[in-house]
């Protein structure tokens, strides 16, 4: 509604300069025809809309609760990315509906994945910020044969769980298995790995292991935390006493990173000679800022850091920094922002079509240039593959500390793909 | 394996930040009779406050401190006239329920100020990286600032309560309430300054605790547990307690996640389950 169709103004104006009266009534006729002329293009294009009823998305995502940022980013990612191409996702309009977990709630989000199918009539679900949520509707997407582009959750078995569910965020196995490699590369040869104590660490613990293990390495002890743990020392000591070449630590994102840094740096690791190797997580966009003079130097791999040097995200990061100032961008609402460009993409592909099994045929195999770099969506697994990057953690001119990237690995899955 | 000496020291300093921020829990607890789940948003508003002097206003770090203590105080103060006054008469279903509503009050209000993310807390550079003791023994340097001032507030403390007049009166008000009154101690405004202080003793562990664990908005929630199994394990109302029951969980922790890694996150518990099982009432009763 906002592409302007004419431009009438312009006939209308020129009444003001003149003054003949029976002139002026004339002019008038002609305005007010140029007028009615624009009024019924306007009109025209609103039954070209009304023709095709407006697109009806189910959001479902946090917005209440210590993670009440997950949804605000996707939210903003969303509305940016329809900010920038019209508000039409394939030539038709969006109507959103939202539904907010407040966190991880797997009834929760399998009671509104059915509520927003049977009585809102979504045509897709999108979202989905926690692994247990994801897990949870899988049963209720199969049932009803609706798609649902995963925004998010990121255990590597979420696409398994339902032919309806195609994933564009990443896996904590896909961005920690590169790491091992990489780490093998450098002539890195003993590593410790210090991961929280549930399942993703798990997944992390173990991809990082079988990459550097295969490359020639020897994880020679593993560490697992509790995920409440407030006081780092007694892990890192340890980790100094035992002394190997290198540290490879997954939390997730949150005050577990940088405290862990924290104790890094007090410490002395790097003084020590041992090498710091994380994931993204250890350095999301939310948290960084926090972790100080500690985080510099971290070597971490991930799918997207927000100083990613390609046109497209600069076109994110400054139309997001417009929309929303300080309030920095992080890889939930560039996710968001891709989920609207995958799917205006599939749908252009299927001619509008939004039932399940065509628009699954259309995810399958998609590929679009997304603000991280290039992306794909599995053929058969339905999992996001996409460049990971190793990056390094600097200070800007402007004082921030961001990631920079300076070695990559192309087309990645996950490992247990 | 350099181990113990440095384990002992890590673990006492712990225990130290523990005490700090648990010792408010346990007076109001023992003399108020008030099972305060809200406790940690005054470590928080502490924590928050020292972030705001220090990093946002250029403060130094030993200046914003005890400042962000006695703004947490005065805070402590007028709830505890406004709010916490209507509890001490209520049952403990009632208290519970009011105070874990207000943690998630001071959650949404701290989140909605703040944001959801971490706070930067930055040591000055006298307080960073380590010192050694003797050769061999090397601290961290601000580990060791801790373990002094731990030390002294405890002391001041201890001295607080049981040689001053002032002390031997919150402790008459907390044997008997009504009796206190009677012979002419004004309960409401020693128990509105006992709160208070209890608050800004948070406060100050809050701001002390931040550059080791890190504040965000859930941190009241997130290190309750903590507060509470000190407060249980010493016996409400004893600082002597609280202070012997922090430095058991400190130090075991410690030691627990350096020696024994694979069960190290769990053996806290077990301590706390084995330790109520043998003194129920505390490891230092209240008489």
């Keep these: 509604m906002t592409t302007p169709r004419s431009n009438p103004p312009a006939p209308l104006n020129l009444t003001v300069a003149v003054h003949d009266p029976a002139r002026r009534r004339a002019l008038k006729l002609v305005g007010a025809g140029a007028l009615g002329?624009?009024?019924?293009?306007?009109?025209?294009?609103?039954?070209?809309?009304?023709?095709?009823?407006?697109?009806?998305?189910?959001?479902?995502?946090?917005?209440?609760?210590?993670?009440?940022?997950y949804g605000k980013q996707m939210d903003n990612g969303i509305a940016l990315w329809l900010k920038q191409n019209g508000e039409r996702v394939a030539g038709r309009a969006v109507e959103i509906v939202r539904r907010d977990t407040a966190g991880p709630a797997p009834d929760l989000a399998a009671r509104f994945?059915?509520?927003?199918?049977?009585?809102?009539?979504?045509?897709?679900?999108?979202?989905?910020?926690?692994?247990?949520?994801?897990?949870?509707?899988?049963?209720?997407?199969?049932?009803?044969?609706?798609?649902?582009?995963?925004l998010n959750a990121s255990a590597s078995d979420i696409p398994k769980k339902s032919d309806y569910i195609a994933r564009i965020s990443f896996t904590v196995g896909q961005v920690s298995a590169p790491m091992g490699t990489w780490a093998g590369r450098q002539g890195i040869r003993t590593a410790m790995t210090v991961v929280a104590d549930y399942s993703s660490g798990a997944d992390a613990e173990t991809a990082f292991k079988t990459t550097f293990e295969a490359g020639g390495g020897k994880v020679v002890d593993s560490l697992r935390v509790p995920m409440?743990?407030?006081?780092?020392?007694?892990?890192?000591?340890?980790?100094?006493?035992?002394?190997?070449?290198?540290?490879?630590?997954?939390?997730?994102?949150?005050?577990?990173?940088?405290?862990?840094?924290?104790?890094?740096?007090?410490?002395?690791?790097?003084?020590?000679?041992?090498r710091l190797l994380a994931t993204g997580e250890a350095m999301d966009d939310s948290y960084m800022q926090a972790a100080g003079d500690a985080g510099l130097g971290l070597i971490t791999t991930h799918h997207y850091s927000t100083a990613h040097e390609s046109d497209l995200n600069r076109k994110f990061i400054?139309?997001?920094?417009?929309?929303?100032?300080?309030?920095?961008?992080?890889?939930?609402?560039?996710?968001?922002?891709?989920?609207?460009?995958?799917?205006?993409?599939?749908?252009?592909?299927?001619?509008?079509?939004?039932?399940?099994?065509?628009?699954?045929?259309?995810?399958?195999?998609?590929?679009?240039?997304?603000?991280?770099?290039?992306?794909?969506?599995?053929?058969?697994?339905?999992?996001?593959?996409?460049?990971?990057?190793?990056?390094?953690?600097?200070?800007?001119?402007?004082?921030?500390?961001?990631?920079?990237?300076?070695?990559?690995?192309e087309k990645v899955q996950d490992p247990r793909a | 394996m350099s181990g113990l000496p440095i384990v002992l020291f890590d673990g006492t300093v712990y225990g130290m930040l523990l005490f700090l921020m648990s010792v408010g829990l346990s007076v109001t607890l023992g003399l108020m009779g008030v099972v305060n789940l809200a406790h940690g948003s005054f470590a928080a508003i502490g924590g928050f406050a020292s972030v705001v002097l220090v990093h946002r206003l250029g403060m130094p770090f030993l200046l914003g401190v005890p400042l962000a203590a006695l703004i947490t105080a005065a805070i402590g103060g007028v709830l505890e006239a406004v709010l916490f006054r209507r509890l001490y008469r209520r049952g403990p279903l009632d208290q519970v329920l009011f105070?874990?509503?207000?943690?998630?009050?001071?959650?949404?209000?701290?989140?909605?100020?703040?944001?959801?993310?971490?706070?930067?807390?930055?040591?000055?550079?006298?307080?960073?990286?380590?010192?050694?003791?003797?050769?061999?023994?090397?601290?961290?340097?601000?580990?060791?600032?801790?373990?002094?001032?731990?030390?002294?507030?405890?002391?001041?403390?201890?001295?607080?309560?049981?040689?001053?007049?002032?002390?031997?009166?919150?402790?008459?008000?907390?044997?008997?309430?009504?009796?206190?009154?009677?012979?002419?101690?004004?309960?409401?405004?020693?128990?509105?300054?006992?709160?208070?202080?209890?608050?800004?003793?948070?406060?100050?562990?809050?701001?002390?605790?931040?550059?080791?664990?890190?504040?965000?908005?859930?941190?009241?929630?997130?290190?309750?547990?903590?507060?509470?199994?000190?407060?249980?394990?010493?016996?409400?109302?004893?600082?002597?307690?609280?202070l012997v029951a922090a430095l058991i969980v400190g130090i075991v922790d410690v030691a627990g996640k350096y020696y024994l890694p694979g069960a190290g996150g769990f053996l806290i518990y077990a301590l706390v389950v084995a330790m109520l099982i043998w003194r129920p009432q505390g490891l230092v009763a209240r008489t």
Excluded at chain 1, 345 to 368: E, P, V, Y
């Design chain 2, 99 to 242: 105070t874990i509503g207000m943690v998630y009050v001071w959650i949404a209000v701290s989140t909605r100020i703040w944001g959801a993310g971490q706070q930067p807390a930055d040591l000055p550079a006298f307080l960073q990286g380590q010192i050694a003791l003797w050769p061999g023994a090397e601290v961290g340097a601000y580990r060791l600032f801790l373990l002094i001032l731990g030390g002294v507030l405890a002391a001041g403390i201890f001295f607080g309560l049981e040689r001053t007049r002032f002390g031997a009166r919150v402790r008459a008000a907390q044997s008997d309430r009504d009796m206190a009154g009677g012979v002419g101690i004004n309960v409401d405004r020693l128990f509105l300054l006992s709160f208070a202080i209890g608050a800004g003793l948070a406060g100050a562990g809050g701001a002390l605790a931040i550059p080791v664990i890190g504040l965000d908005p859930s941190f009241p929630l997130k290190y309750l547990a903590f507060f509470l199994i000190v407060v249980s394990l010493g016996g409400p109302g004893t600082v002597t307690g609280s």
């Design chain 1, 318 to 409: 400054a139309g997001y920094a417009a929309d929303n100032g300080d309030y920095a961008p992080n890889y939930m609402a560039m996710t968001a922002y891709d989920g609207m460009a995958v799917l205006d993409k599939a749908l252009t592909a299927t001619g509008g079509k939004t039932d399940g099994a065509t628009l699954m045929g259309a995810l399958k195999g998609l590929s679009i240039e997304s603000p991280r770099g290039p992306i794909e969506i599995g053929d058969k697994t339905r999992d996001i593959i996409q460049t990971v990057y190793v990056r390094r953690t600097e200070r800007l001119e402007n004082g921030k500390l961001a990631c920079i990237e300076f070695d990559k690995f």
């Design chain 1, 37 to 69: 002329a624009a009024l019924s293009q306007v009109a025209g294009g609103i039954a070209f809309a009304a023709d095709a009823e407006p697109l009806k998305i189910g959001l479902i995502v946090t917005y209440s609760g210590p993670y009440a940022d």
């Design chain 1, 228 to 274: 409440n743990n407030p006081d780092f020392s007694a892990y890192v000591q340890r980790i100094k006493d035992t002394r190997p070449e290198a540290v490879f630590f997954f939390f997730p994102s949150g005050d577990l990173p940088n405290n862990f840094l924290k104790a890094a740096k007090e410490r002395g690791l790097a003084e020590a000679g041992i």
């Design chain 1, 113 to 150: 994945a059915r509520e927003l199918i049977t009585r809102d009539k979504v045509q897709v679900i999108i979202g989905l910020d926690f692994s247990p949520n994801a897990m949870a509707i899988a049963p209720v997407l199969s049932q009803a044969k609706v798609p649902c582009i995963i």
